[in-house]
């Protein structure tokens, strides 16, 4: 059963305009040390760090908060799967706001895609909850 979808849509420019101003304190604020590591070994890390972030702002909107009721930015990590694929990696208030959603006797599966086509980046998530 789904019980959540959301979508987001960056500007690539936006992004590498905070990192020149900002640098550090935005990604340090928004990314996990595991997604900063990922984006910094790429030479296109704006679209890295644009892609990231429009799959933390469809996640916020999958779980139906937005970044709000306690869900920040760092509860909301995108992680590979062995075979490549992305999927989110949920922790803190995201993670207390997932286990709300989710019925008794079920598993959370959490699908995103990302994509960019330069200036912008793309991310669809959508929260499934699986029968155990």
């Given amino acids: 059963m789904i019980l959540g979808i959301g979508s987001d849509l960056c500007d690539i420019r936006r992004i590498e305009k905070t990192l ?4 550090e304190r935005f ?7 595991g997604e900063r590591a990922r984006c910094e070994r790429r030479a296109a ?7 990231r972030f429009a799959a933390k702002e469809a996640c916020a909107k999958a779980l ?8 920040f930015w760092r509860d909301m990590e995108v992680v590979n ?7 989110l990696r949920l922790t803190g208030g995201a993670a ?9 006797g079920h598993t ?6 990302l ?9 669809f998530v959508v929260i499934e909850a699986i029968r155990d």
Avoid: N
């Fill in 81 to 87: 799967l062995p075979s490549g694929q992305p999927t």
């Fill in 108 to 113: 959370a599966r959490v699908h995103v895609s």
């Fill in 27 to 33: 990604t340090h604020r928004v990314y996990t040390d």
């Fill in 64 to 71: 139906g908060t937005g970044l709000s009721d306690g869900v």
């Fill in 45 to 51: 890390r704006a679209e890295g760090y644009a892609r």
């Fill in 115 to 123: 994509t960019d086509d330069p200036p912008l980046a793309q991310a």
């Fill in 96 to 104: 207390r706001r997932l286990a709300a959603l989710l019925p008794a």
């Fill in 20 to 23: 020149s101003r900002h640098g």
